[in-house]
């Protein structure tokens, strides 16, 4: 049970819109600012999104991230195929005095 | 171009004790607050410490504190993790990751090495 919630799988065809949600309280996502990563099988985690909406360079800007209240969400639009991974958000928590991680989402290309 | 590189992780009986190292370049380590993140094979991620820029501060996750102790020597570029009272759900691929530079210590990490494997099992 992690202390962001995150859907554990979502789907969607090529081309097609898909998002992500990360759903947390006012003491990390509502407060804190929100990362997203990357994880293909067998690597490491990589920077998705920072500063809840912002791209590192060389991020497509296909990935675009949100936040609302307490909530976040990472969108991917025109997916590719290579786009299957699994993906965590994740925030600093004041009351835990630490960083959380959803549970992570796996995402498949149909 | 970041790089950081895990070293340390071998097979340990519960109870027993190791340290985890991380060498970084391609960037100014003293700037940057550094974190120790896991993951158990199949699962998500895990946050276990992060230190601060000067080593001034350091954060744990509950179920590390008091046994794990996270440092760094900026002079040599490196981080650690010394892990003590070891047990069997301390299994994991332990990366080392960059954080934001100086007092922004309040966020996630933002560059990731390969990881190192420790085995706690008896």
């Known amino acids: 049970q992690s202390v962001l919630a995150q859907p554990p799988s979502a789907s969607g065809t090529p081309g097609q819109r898909v998002t992500i949600s990360c759903s947390g309280s006012?003491?990390?996502?509502?407060?804190?600012?929100v990362n997203w990563y990357q994880q293909f099988p067998g690597t490491a985690p990589n920077l998705l999104i920072y500063?809840?909406?912002k791209r590192p360079s060389g991020v497509p800007d296909r990935f675009s991230g949100s936040k609302s209240g307490a909530s976040a969400s990472l969108a991917i639009s025109g997916l590719q195929s290579e786009d299957e991974a699994d993906y965590y958000c994740a925030a600093w928590d004041g009351s835990l005095n630490g960083l959380v991680f959803g549970g992570g989402t796996n995402l498949t290309v149909l | 171009e970041v790089q950081l590189v895990e070293s340390g992780g071998v097979g340990v009986q519960p109870g027993g004790s190791l340290r985890v190292s991380c060498a970084a370049s391609g960037f100014t380590f003293a700037e940057y607050n550094m974190h120790w993140v896991r993951q158990l094979p199949g699962k998500g991620l895990e946050w276990v410490s992060v230190?601060?820029?000067?080593?001034?501060?350091?954060y744990y996750a509950d179920s590390v504190k008091g046994r794990f102790t996270v440092s760094r020597d900026n002079n040599r570029n490196s981080l650690y993790l010394q892990m003590n009272s070891l047990r069997t759900e301390d299994s994991a691929l332990y990366y080392c990751?960059?954080?934001?530079?100086?007092?922004?210590?309040?966020?996630?990490?933002?560059?990731w090495g390969q990881g190192t494997l420790v085995t706690v099992s008896s």
């Open positions: 006012s003491s990390n996502v509502g407060t804190y600012t």
């Open positions: 990751a960059r954080g934001a530079r100086y007092y922004d210590i309040l966020t996630g990490p933002e560059d």
């Open positions: 500063n809840n909406n």
């Open positions: 230190i601060s820029w000067d080593g001034g501060g350091t």
